[in-house]
């Protein structure tokens, strides 16, 4: 063995050490800068939060002056209204209308109204007279003037705005509907306008006609001009039909104010929900109608827009430059970029003083292979040690269910353990005759190593195992008045090997490893590394297929392949079955079975299963075929990829389509978690079938407790249907059950005309197998191939 560490050792590993702290001086700086950052990034979401308070603030207000508005509106128009009622009234009792005595109504009404351009009072026939007619007054430069409208107008564009959607339900007579036009351009007055209208009602409540006042607007870009937060701040109301009317009808720059006012009208803000939600602390003010926010970008220039529902149905909103929102954060970044320059600077000077200290310190220490826990030689030492082609055994010790003690007790009963353990550990080899040459290794964890100088035969090195398992199971320790009896498992290895072979000193640890975990494995209490075990060449091929799969992913040699799926009844291909696939450098497909246990070893089968998602659905997005993906629990059970599975399906004619098999032989053990996305996935649009059926243990749990839609028959059972009665009589069980809760069965392995045709005559729906088609590439080759017209 080595003896202890030479000076040119020491001086590298020295040199080692040193580095290694001017990287933690670096990670410090770093730190701090980061914390800085962190301070910064506080101090500027309070400011921001600030920010958007005063323009919440801001907006409420306005929102609800425009709401107030709306109700004036809505007032003045239920006023004209009573006067209609009035007049319809009157004309009942006495039988004579007084149509002159109505436009003066009319106009005095208007008059008092400041808040309304024009208004009239529309009879529908036999409402007031046997023929429609109607007053409507306007506002002039200097009186109102009023005009009688009579019948005809019923099939005018500007009435029929002015009547409710036919669809609205009919409210209560107590209450006055109101009805809020678009934008529309009203000829009359020679301007746009929006209107709002209320029914007029007899004594039997039958509408006989309405009444209507309008809005013009040039007054409604003034009301909602009123807004100021930041210079380039603009405003602006959307009516029901997306058309705008917004203050920037009054900017100076035309061209940029045409392109702005575009691009609102193309987020079609009224039609649908927003992208981001403001905080709730934002909203709560004003739960009618919530606060939303959405990002517009014009040009170079981006822009955050607020806007809610009024109360008229329409859409109120803001936008700020996002440049003068961020414009108050900039002196507080450039005071937070000084003060930090001035930390790192004294942080640097404070760095090599540490520095300076840590390498005096450095040149007293005797040794840097010591276990701070134990006090025992650590790993480092081990590999030290076995420096050379000297005989050597190595034993590692590992404490069964050691989590468990940590989980339980706590962190500090397992460093007792620990410590306990090492020290009887050390203490049983100074006491056991030949031993006294064996030195002990605390290894990371809760793992211990003997080292011997030699390489016995297999009968000595059981002797050895035996003598630690007997010390192990004699051995106590107890912890705050409790015993905790320990139990290990041991994994040996040697230079010499038990088949005559050498093993290089180096190689000790990982093959004592190896053995280790092949007895944890095959529940021994030991074992002894030997290379008929073949875990070595299992190890390293479980590696080269690592490296494969890798590269294949990153190269996109991951592919479907897809089995033709016929309809029995039909006889025609109408799906899919998506399979992966590998394929080498030169094209040459691998099975699945030669590298998907790899894969959920080195955790890539999410990546494999999302490489098979992502590019079967862009396979078939414009195709009219169904098809269907294999699911394994594992998949299902997995939040994120199952989450970024029903993104994927927001398409309903996609979603439509497809199929989810899941996997029977496995064991389901959570079903509430995967009947959650079975639900999830169905109310999509997709279908759910159960695969590999009459497989498993709980076939029939599966259907009873999962919301299947098919069941795909193992072809253990379809393959022998044309010479096995038991096989048929199974199977047709399967296919009568399935009929009796309203499924549909698929057939798999159908190899030949003998199989096909008694899975027909079983009733089966749909077939797959080599009769069929094979897996293949393209899809659509596989579907002209198997065509069978004469199956229908």
């Known amino acids: ?99 002159a005595e109505l436009e003066h109504s009319v106009s005095t009404t208007l008059r008092d109204l400041h808040d309304v351009h024009g208004g009239g009072i529309l009879f529908q026939a036999g409402g007031y007279r046997t023929a429609a007619i109607g007053v409507y007054g306007y506002r002039g430069n200097t009186a109102i003037h009023t005009t009688r409208r009579e019948t005809g107008f019923q099939n005018r564009d500007w ?134 926010s959405q990002v517009l970008q014009v040009g170079e220039a981006e822009y955050v827009l607020f806007h809610a529902p009024t109360e008229a149905g329409m859409t109120f909103g803001i936008g700020i430059p996002q440049a003068e929102i961020d414009a108050v954060l900039a002196p507080m970044r450039a005071s937070n970029f000084r003060i930090v320059a001035i930390i790192v600077s004294i942080l640097l000077l404070l760095s090599g003083l540490i520095l300076y200290l840590v390498a005096s310190t450095l040149k007293q220490l005797n040794s840097l292979y010591t276990d701070a826990l134990t006090g025992l030689p650590n790993r480092e030492r081990l590999l030290l040690d076995l420096q050379g082609d000297q005989p050597a055994t190595l034993i590692l010790l590992n404490i069964d269910a050691f989590k ?59 002797q050895r195992l035996n003598n630690l398992q007997s010390f192990i199971k004699s051995l106590t320790i107890c912890w705050q008045g409790e015993q905790i009896p320990l ?61 494969r799969l890798r590269t294949a992913l990153d190269e996109k040699r991951i592919v479907p392949w897809f089995q033709p799926i016929m309809n029995l009844r039909t006889g025609h291909i109408d799906k899919f079955e998506c399979l992966v696939r590998m394929l080498e450098v030169d094209g040459t497909p691998i099975s699945p079975a ?11 089968y999410r990546q494999i299963t999302l490489c098979m998602v992502d590019q079967c659905f862009t396979h078939f997005a414009y195709s009219d075929m169904q098809f269907s993906l294999n699911l394994s629990c594992d998949d299902l059970l997995d939040t994120e990829l ?95 059950f399935a009929q009796e809760l309203g499924m549909q069965t698929v057939a798999e392995f159908v190899h030949n005309d003998a199989v096909l045709q008694q899975v027909q005559l079983l009733g089966i729906d749909f077939a797959q197998g080599a009769r069929i088609g094979m897996p293949a590439p393209d899809p659509h080759c596989g579907a002209m191939f198997c065509e069978q017209p004469g199956l229908a």
């Open 642 to 736: 199952s989450d970024y599975i029903l993104q994927r399906l927001q398409d309903p004619s996609l979603a439509q389509r497809v199929i989810f098999e899941i996997l029977e032989s496995e064991g389901i053990d959570n079903y509430q978690a995967v009947r959650q996305f079975i639900d999830k996935a169905k109310a999509l649009g997709c279908r759910i079938a159960i695969d590999d059926f009459g497989t498993g243990y709980s076939n029939f749990e599966h259907l009873l407790r999962l919301n299947v839609d098919l069941i795909k028959i193992d072809g253990s059972l379809i393959r022998q249907l044309d010479s096995d009665p038991d096989a048929r009589t199974l199977t047709q069980g399967i296919v009568h």
């Open 1 to 99: 063995m080595a003896g202890l560490i030479e000076p040119a050792a020491m001086t590298r590993r020295k040199s080692s050490i040193m580095l290694i702290l001017l990287l933690l001086v670096g990670l410090f700086i770093a730190g701090m800068w980061l914390m800085s950052s962190l301070n910064l990034t506080f101090a500027q979401r309070a400011m921001s939060e600030q920010r958007q308070q005063q323009i919440a603030d801001t907006f409420h207000s306005n929102l609800e002056r425009i709401n107030a508005h709306h109700f004036l509106m809505e007032q003045n128009t239920g006023a004209l209204a009573r006067i209609g009622d009035l007049f319809a009234r009157q004309k009942s009792l006495s039988g004579r209308d007084n149509i």
């Open 159 to 292: 009435y029929l705005r002015l009547q409710p959607p036919a669809q609205a339900p009919l409210p209560e007579q107590s209450a006055k509907p109101y009805h809020w036009t678009a934008a529309y351009y009203k000829p009359q007055i020679d301007n746009v306008v929006i209107s709002v209208s209320t029914p007029i009602h007899d004594r039997r409540g039958k509408v006989i006609g309405l009444a209507a006042t309008d809005w013009q607007a040039d007054e409604v870009i003034r009301l909602v001009s009123r807004v100021r937060i930041t210079p380039g701040t603009f405003s602006f109301l959307l009516d029901r039909e997306n058309r705008n009317l917004s203050s920037l009808a009054e900017a100076a720059d035309v061209q940029h104010a045409q392109l702005l006012m575009e691009a609102i009208t193309r987020l079609q803000l009224p039609r649908q929900p927003a992208t981001q939600p403001v905080p709730e602390n934002l909203t709560s003010r004003y739960p009618v109608s919530p606060m939303q």
């Open 487 to 547: 139990q290990a498992t041991l994994g040996l290895a040697a230079t010499v090997q038990p088949d005559g072979s050498p093993l290089a000193s180096e190689q000790l640890p990982p093959s004592a490893n190896i053995a280790l975990k092949l007895a944890r494995l095959n529940k021994l209490n030991y074992l002894i590394h030997d290379p008929a075990h073949r875990m070595r060449e299992t190890y390293e091929q479980n590696l080269i297929w690592a490296s």
């Open 594 to 604: 030669s590298f998907l246990p790899i894969a959920r070893k080195i955790r890539l």
């Open 404 to 462: 468990e003690v940590n989980d339980f007790y706590g962190n500090q009963c397992g460093d007792h353990v620990i410590r306990e353990l090492a020290a009887r550990l050390q203490q049983h080899v100074l006491d056991t005759p030949c031993w006294h040459t064996v030195r002990v290794y605390h290894m990371p964890g809760d793992e211990m190593a003997l080292l011997f100088p030699d390489s016995p035969g297999r009968s000595e090195l059981e």
